[in-house]
């Protein structure tokens, strides 16, 4: 069985930083692509940033520039760093993974991460 843990949230004001952490653990072949996603209370879900296998990136444009996404391919990790905070980035942040595992080729996700920007 294949997990996500998803750390690191929290509350921050407007301009600060946080730095999410999600590790996949289990019968873990290759995993081909991880990303974060978001979700505001009243909103959809949204992807925000995800990297490839190869360690291309892709962002929301209302991330860019103030959002990294890297991995750590050793620890099965990807990490979302969050600089320039905005309360407009307020959501339940989920990790993804793209993973080939001993039961095949799936989408899995984390349990979700509250990241709250307010003064």
């Known amino acids: 069985q294949v997990q996500l843990v998803e750390s690191g949230g929290g509350l921050v004001q407007p301009g600060g930083s946080l730095r999410l952490s999600c590790a996949a653990a289990?019968?873990?072949?290759?995993?081909?692509?991880m990303g974060w996603y978001r979700q505001a209370p009243g909103k959809q879900r949204e992807l925000v940033a995800v990297?490839?296998?190869?360690?291309?990136?892709n962002y929301v444009d209302s991330v860019k520039g103030r959002f990294t996404i890297s991995r750590d391919y050793d620890k099965n990790t990807v990490y979302l760093q969050m600089n320039s905070l905005k309360p407009e980035d307020t959501a339940v942040y989920y990790c993804?993974?793209?993973?080939?595992?001993?039961?095949?080729?799936?989408?899995?996700w984390g349990q979700g991460t509250q990241v709250t920007v307010s003064s």
């Open positions: 993804h993974a793209g993973i080939y595992a001993s039961m095949g080729v799936g989408d899995y």
């Open positions: 289990g019968s873990i072949f290759s995993i081909y692509i």
């Open positions: 990297i490839s296998r190869g360690g291309s990136t």
